[in-house]
T-cell receptor
Framework: GAVVSQHPSWVICKSGTSVKIECRSLDFQATTMFWYRQFPKQSLMLMATSNEGSKATYEQGVEKDKFLINHASLTLSTLTVTSAHPEDSSFYIC??????????FGDGTRLSIL | TQLLEQSPQFLSIQEGENLTVYCNSSSVFSSLQWYRQEPGEGPVLLVTVVTGGEVKKLKRLTFQFGDARKDSSLHITAAQPGDTGLYLCAGGSNYKLTFGKGTLLTVNP
Protein backbone atom coordinates (compact mmCIF):
# COMPACT_ATOMS: atom_id res chain seq x y z
CA GLY A 1 0.00 0.00 0.00
CA ALA A 2 0.87 3.65 -0.23
CA VAL A 3 3.52 4.80 2.20
CA VAL A 4 4.08 8.22 3.69
CA SER A 5 7.26 8.87 5.63
CA GLN A 6 7.50 11.64 8.18
CA HIS A 7 10.71 12.94 9.73
CA PRO A 8 11.73 13.52 12.44
CA SER A 9 9.54 11.34 14.61
CA TRP A 10 10.42 13.26 17.76
CA VAL A 11 12.02 16.64 18.37
CA ILE A 12 12.72 18.60 21.52
CA CYS A 13 13.92 22.17 21.25
CA LYS A 14 14.12 25.44 23.11
CA SER A 15 11.45 28.09 22.91
CA GLY A 16 12.06 30.55 20.08
CA THR A 17 13.66 28.13 17.65
CA SER A 18 12.17 27.05 14.35
CA VAL A 19 11.49 23.42 13.57
CA LYS A 20 11.08 21.82 10.17
CA ILE A 21 9.10 18.61 9.66
CA GLU A 22 9.31 16.67 6.41
CA CYS A 23 6.61 14.53 4.85
CA ARG A 24 7.45 12.30 1.89
CA SER A 25 5.28 10.04 -0.22
CA LEU A 26 7.48 7.07 -1.02
CA ASP A 27 5.59 5.15 -3.67
CA PHE A 28 3.03 7.53 -5.11
CA GLN A 29 2.76 11.11 -6.22
CA ALA A 30 0.96 13.16 -3.61
CA THR A 31 -0.67 15.98 -5.51
CA THR A 32 -2.19 17.08 -2.23
CA MET A 33 -0.71 16.91 1.24
CA PHE A 34 -2.45 17.64 4.49
CA TRP A 35 -1.04 18.72 7.85
CA TYR A 36 -2.85 17.88 11.06
CA ARG A 37 -2.25 18.61 14.71
CA GLN A 38 -3.35 16.29 17.46
CA PHE A 39 -3.39 16.95 21.19
CA PRO A 40 -3.32 14.05 23.69
CA LYS A 41 -6.38 11.79 23.53
CA GLN A 42 -8.01 14.06 20.99
CA SER A 43 -8.76 13.74 17.32
CA LEU A 44 -6.87 15.12 14.36
CA MET A 45 -7.44 18.77 13.54
CA LEU A 46 -6.66 19.82 9.99
CA MET A 47 -4.24 22.73 9.89
CA ALA A 48 -3.69 23.22 6.20
CA THR A 49 -3.93 21.68 2.76
CA SER A 50 -1.19 22.08 0.21
CA ASN A 51 -1.16 21.32 -3.47
CA GLU A 52 2.10 20.81 -5.28
CA GLY A 53 3.44 24.05 -6.67
CA SER A 54 0.87 26.35 -5.09
CA LYS A 55 0.27 28.11 -1.79
CA ALA A 56 -1.22 26.18 1.08
CA THR A 57 -4.79 26.72 2.22
CA TYR A 58 -4.98 27.20 5.95
CA GLU A 59 -7.89 26.35 8.20
CA GLN A 60 -9.53 29.06 10.24
CA GLY A 61 -7.47 29.99 13.28
CA VAL A 62 -4.18 28.61 11.95
CA GLU A 63 -1.52 31.29 11.50
CA LYS A 64 0.08 30.95 8.09
CA ASP A 65 3.12 32.97 9.15
CA LYS A 66 3.60 30.70 12.13
CA PHE A 67 3.24 27.43 10.29
CA LEU A 68 5.03 27.67 6.97
CA ILE A 69 4.19 24.98 4.46
CA ASN A 70 6.13 24.19 1.32
CA HIS A 71 5.04 21.60 -1.22
CA ALA A 72 7.71 21.96 -3.88
CA SER A 73 7.46 18.49 -5.39
CA LEU A 74 4.95 15.68 -5.77
CA THR A 75 6.72 13.65 -3.11
CA LEU A 76 7.74 16.19 -0.47
CA SER A 77 5.99 18.69 1.73
CA THR A 78 7.52 20.48 4.70
CA LEU A 79 5.98 22.19 7.71
CA THR A 80 8.11 24.74 9.54
CA VAL A 81 6.98 25.87 12.96
CA THR A 82 8.57 29.28 13.31
CA SER A 83 9.63 30.73 16.67
CA ALA A 84 8.09 27.77 18.45
CA HIS A 85 6.70 28.20 21.96
CA PRO A 86 5.54 25.64 24.54
CA GLU A 87 1.92 25.98 23.40
CA ASP A 88 3.02 24.68 19.98
CA SER A 89 3.97 21.37 21.58
CA SER A 90 1.82 18.72 19.96
CA PHE A 91 1.74 15.69 17.68
CA TYR A 92 1.92 16.79 14.05
CA ILE A 93 0.77 14.35 11.36
CA CYS A 94 0.91 14.66 7.61
CA UNK A 95 -0.97 12.75 4.97
CA UNK A 96 -0.78 12.55 1.24
CA UNK A 97 -3.28 11.87 -1.49
CA UNK A 98 -3.66 11.88 -5.22
CA UNK A 99 -7.43 12.25 -5.27
CA UNK A 100 -7.98 8.68 -6.39
CA UNK A 101 -7.43 6.94 -3.10
CA UNK A 102 -7.91 7.64 0.58
CA UNK A 103 -5.30 9.72 2.34
CA UNK A 104 -2.34 7.85 3.72
CA PHE A 105 -0.81 9.10 6.92
CA GLY A 106 2.71 9.44 8.17
CA ASP A 107 3.64 8.22 11.62
CA GLY A 108 3.64 11.70 13.09
CA THR A 109 6.16 14.00 14.73
CA ARG A 110 6.10 14.57 18.46
CA LEU A 111 7.16 18.20 19.02
CA SER A 112 8.12 19.29 22.51
CA ILE A 113 9.08 22.91 23.11
CA LEU A 114 10.87 23.64 26.37
CA THR B 1 -19.28 22.46 8.21
CA GLN B 2 -19.87 18.73 8.35
CA LEU B 3 -19.51 17.32 11.86
CA LEU B 4 -19.04 13.73 12.94
CA GLU B 5 -19.98 12.64 16.44
CA GLN B 6 -18.44 9.47 17.79
CA SER B 7 -19.65 7.49 20.76
CA PRO B 8 -18.69 6.34 23.22
CA GLN B 9 -15.66 8.55 23.75
CA PHE B 10 -13.98 5.99 26.00
CA LEU B 11 -14.54 2.25 26.27
CA SER B 12 -12.77 -0.23 28.51
CA ILE B 13 -13.69 -3.90 28.19
CA GLN B 14 -12.35 -7.35 28.96
CA GLU B 15 -10.79 -9.61 26.39
CA GLY B 16 -13.41 -11.70 24.62
CA GLU B 17 -16.24 -9.18 24.89
CA ASN B 18 -18.04 -7.67 21.91
CA LEU B 19 -18.42 -3.96 21.35
CA THR B 20 -19.90 -1.43 18.96
CA VAL B 21 -18.81 2.15 18.38
CA TYR B 22 -20.82 4.69 16.49
CA CYS B 23 -20.19 7.57 14.13
CA ASN B 24 -23.11 9.93 13.48
CA SER B 25 -23.71 13.08 11.51
CA SER B 26 -26.57 15.26 10.39
CA SER B 27 -24.89 15.54 7.00
CA VAL B 28 -24.73 13.09 4.13
CA PHE B 29 -21.28 11.81 3.27
CA SER B 30 -20.24 10.35 -0.05
CA SER B 31 -18.02 7.97 1.89
CA LEU B 32 -16.86 7.29 5.42
CA GLN B 33 -13.55 5.89 6.51
CA TRP B 34 -12.52 4.18 9.70
CA TYR B 35 -8.98 4.48 11.04
CA ARG B 36 -7.21 3.00 14.02
CA GLN B 37 -4.42 4.92 15.70
CA GLU B 38 -1.97 3.63 18.28
CA PRO B 39 -0.10 5.98 20.63
CA GLY B 40 2.74 7.82 18.91
CA GLU B 41 1.76 6.65 15.45
CA GLY B 42 -0.31 7.92 12.58
CA PRO B 43 -3.81 6.65 11.79
CA VAL B 44 -4.03 3.47 9.75
CA LEU B 45 -6.92 3.07 7.35
CA LEU B 46 -9.17 0.11 8.18
CA VAL B 47 -11.97 0.48 5.67
CA THR B 48 -13.86 2.84 3.39
CA VAL B 49 -17.62 2.53 3.03
CA VAL B 50 -19.29 4.16 0.08
CA THR B 51 -22.75 2.72 -0.53
CA GLY B 52 -25.70 3.30 1.80
CA GLY B 53 -26.45 0.11 3.74
CA GLU B 54 -23.06 -1.35 2.90
CA VAL B 55 -21.52 -3.87 5.29
CA LYS B 56 -17.83 -4.71 5.20
CA LYS B 57 -16.00 -7.27 7.28
CA LEU B 58 -12.36 -7.28 8.21
CA LYS B 59 -11.69 -10.41 10.28
CA ARG B 60 -13.43 -9.71 13.62
CA LEU B 61 -14.39 -6.16 12.64
CA THR B 62 -17.71 -5.40 10.94
CA PHE B 63 -18.36 -1.96 9.49
CA GLN B 64 -21.76 -0.71 8.44
CA PHE B 65 -22.76 2.43 6.55
CA GLY B 66 -26.24 3.74 7.24
CA ASP B 67 -28.82 3.67 4.49
CA ALA B 68 -28.93 7.48 4.42
CA ARG B 69 -25.11 7.70 4.48
CA LYS B 70 -25.18 9.84 7.60
CA ASP B 71 -23.90 7.31 10.09
CA SER B 72 -21.69 4.30 10.47
CA SER B 73 -20.87 1.70 13.07
CA LEU B 74 -17.94 -0.54 13.88
CA HIS B 75 -18.58 -3.80 15.68
CA ILE B 76 -15.74 -5.85 17.10
CA THR B 77 -16.34 -9.48 18.03
CA ALA B 78 -14.33 -11.18 20.74
CA ALA B 79 -12.07 -8.19 21.34
CA GLN B 80 -8.38 -8.80 21.99
CA PRO B 81 -5.76 -6.63 23.71
CA GLY B 82 -4.27 -5.96 20.29
CA ASP B 83 -7.47 -4.13 19.35
CA THR B 84 -6.61 -1.40 21.85
CA GLY B 85 -6.32 1.99 20.20
CA LEU B 86 -8.09 5.14 19.11
CA TYR B 87 -10.75 4.45 16.50
CA LEU B 88 -11.50 7.40 14.27
CA CYS B 89 -14.18 7.84 11.66
CA ALA B 90 -13.69 10.38 8.92
CA GLY B 91 -15.91 11.60 6.16
CA GLY B 92 -15.62 13.73 3.10
CA SER B 93 -13.72 13.44 -0.09
CA ASN B 94 -10.18 12.31 -0.76
CA TYR B 95 -9.32 15.99 -0.87
CA LYS B 96 -10.56 16.92 2.56
CA LEU B 97 -11.52 14.77 5.52
CA THR B 98 -13.48 15.67 8.61
CA PHE B 99 -12.59 13.52 11.59
CA GLY B 100 -14.72 12.54 14.52
CA LYS B 101 -13.24 12.92 18.00
CA GLY B 102 -12.59 9.21 18.20
CA THR B 103 -13.33 6.33 20.54
CA LEU B 104 -10.46 5.32 22.79
CA LEU B 105 -10.76 1.57 23.24
CA THR B 106 -8.90 -0.39 25.89
CA VAL B 107 -9.14 -4.17 25.89
CA ASN B 108 -7.88 -5.64 29.14
CA PRO B 109 -6.36 -9.14 29.18
Amino acid sequence: GAVVSQHPSWVICKSGTSVKIECRSLDFQATTMFWYRQFPKQSLMLMATSNEGSKATYEQGVEKDKFLINHASLTLSTLTVTSAHPEDSSFYICSGGDGNQPQHFGDGTRLSIL
Amino acid sequence: TQLLEQSPQFLSIQEGENLTVYCNSSSVFSSLQWYRQEPGEGPVLLVTVVTGGEVKKLKRLTFQFGDARKDSSLHITAAQPGDTGLYLCAGGSNYKLTFGKGTLLTVNP
